[in-house]
């Protein structure tokens, strides 16, 4: 990038920082007389990092510190509600799912699944093409990060464009990398640990509405969304970038050779698999021995670096992105400062109007509005922790006042939210995708689109006849 370049850069992140600072103090010094201290304070912080998050003038976790900063230095609550966000179990379940992701890479099994089976499937475009779409999808259950599943793709995928040898412009080049960034968005539906927005979304139900579902029934919830999606969206962008007519017996071969060059399945991987069933297990019984997906996390962790019987040291699991941990507990304590502030009363009175209330009143208005306004807002406030963290309190207010449930509106929302496909910057799995610069932001408009309104059909649908069928809504 050039020096000029960086100016610009620079420049824009000054107005919109500067921007948000004018806007925070306006809010701070301008609301009614007869709004309280505690309040005022604590919608106008929220304001701010809404804007700084949303806008990313800064990185997020730097926004995160000015948060909490601003929650301790204006005290609109007391430190110990405005650091209480760490104390949640999503904060632990988000740094034991990065660790889990750091251990899983350290052993050679994700290679081995995707050396396999474009062996076994890679004859054809179709074939390789299948083979990817299935492991991005398996991925999601081993591997709790969005954007570590699209950079272990990465390298298949530029292994898999070197021996095909095809353009930048090819179809194929783009059926690949848009499909496993629209793939991996996917992936995370039907897994609550499988995306940050799921997990966040317990943790609102929790904090706001004082229930929780479980991984088990989030998947019953959710797997017929998660189906019809893989199904439908990948052969969108199959239709829309056709594959040129290519020989792929040299990838073929390749593909086995890599194979046979990982060698026999070792000690570790054995040991990977073994803690990762327990994991599972772990998840999927949590109805019936009450223990919080968090437990199965760090308890997979200490196997991983257990001496004797994990894989892996203690030294490498640490090294984690913890600007997302920061963002994980700096929203959440925002949650717990707004309820405990009295701020979350206001802000249910200016977004529930009687008109509003009325149509939310109607479950067949309610659920085709909130699927729609979700990706709209996604398009708007593209960090999907911090549409899920900003939206889902409004939603779930309003569902009280109307009478929905606010578990099925919280769910319906959340699942929404993950599907970012027209824009680059909706989701991190396009962003490593672009990033590779074999795709542009023009690539991803038409198959973008074309999923999101396939999506909206999709999960009103699910909506309307299954969730009803198994007794999710009345």
């Not at 800064?58 to 405005?82: K, Q, Y």
């Not at 073929?252 to 060698?263: A, R, S, V």
């Amino acid at each position: 990038m050039t020096s000029k370049e960086n100016s610009k850069v620079s420049l824009s992140q000054i107005i919109i920082l500067t921007a948000a600072t004018a806007l925070f103090l306006a809010v701070l010094y301008f609301l009614p007389e007869n709004i309280g201290w505690s309040e005022r304070a604590t919608i106008s912080i929220m304001v701010y990092g809404l804007i700084l998050w949303a806008f990313a003038p800064i990185p997020i976790g730097l926004t995160s510190m000015v948060v909490l900063s601003l929650l301790i230095l204006l005290r609109p609550v007391e430190i110990e509600t405005a650091l209480s966000g760490f104390a949640s179990p999503a904060v632990f379940l988000i740094i034991g799912g990065m660790m889990m992701a750091i251990g899983v890479n350290h052993t050679p099994l994700i290679r081995r699944m995707t050396y396999y089976l474009l062996a076994t499937m890679g004859s054809s475009a179709k074939g390789i093409y299948v083979g990817v779409g299935i492991i991005n999808q398996l991925q999601a259950f081993f591997i709790p990060a969005t954007a570590v599943r699209a950079s272990l793709m990465v390298p298949v995928l530029e292994s898999i464009i070197k021996e095909t040898d095809v353009g930048k412009n090819s179809n194929f080049n783009k059926l690949l990398y848009i499909g496993t960034a629209f793939g991996i968005s996917i992936s995370g539906v039907a897994v609550l640990t499988a995306a940050i927005g799921n997990i966040l979304t317990i943790e609102l139900l929790r904090l706001y509405v004082g229930t929780s579902i479980s991984y088990l029934q989030w998947f019953i919830y959710t797997a017929p969304i998660w189906l019809l999606l893989v199904f439908s969206v990948l052969y969108i962008i199959w239709k829309v970038y056709p594959p040129e007519e290519k020989s792929f017996e040299t990838l073929q071969k390749e593909m086995k050779k890599k194979n046979l060059e990982i060698g026999k399945i070792a000690t570790d991987e054995i040991k990977c698999i073994v803690i990762l069933t327990i994991t599972i297990l772990i998840w999927l019984t949590e109805s019936w021995h009450g223990y919080h997906p968090t437990f199965g996390a760090l308890f997979a962790v200490v196997l991983m670096a257990l001496p004797g019987i994990g894989f892996i040291e203690w030294r490498k699991l640490l090294n984690i992105n913890f600007g997302i941990v920061l963002l994980i507990g700096a929203t959440l304590s925002l949650g717990y400062s707004l309820i405990e502030s009295g701020a979350i009363d206001l802000l249910e009175i200016l977004v529930s109007p009687p008109v509003i209330v009325e149509i939310f009143s109607n479950p067949w208005l309610a659920i085709p509005i909130t699927v729609l306004i979700s990706h709209l807002y996604h398009l708007g406030v593209t960090n999907v922790s911090t549409a899920v963290i900003t939206l889902l309190p409004v939603l779930i207010s309003l569902s009280a006042q109307s009478g929905l449930d606010p578990v099925v509106m919280s769910v319906l929302s959340a699942v929404t939210l993950l599907l970012g496909f027209i824009l680059v910057v909706e989701t991190m799995p396009n962003v490593v995708a672009h990033s590779t610069g074999r795709v542009e932001q023009q690539d991803f408009l038409l198959p973008g689109i074309l999923s999101t309104i396939a999506s909206i059909f999709i999960i009103t649908l699910v909506a309307y006849t299954y969730w009803q069928w198994i007794g999710f809504w009345p």
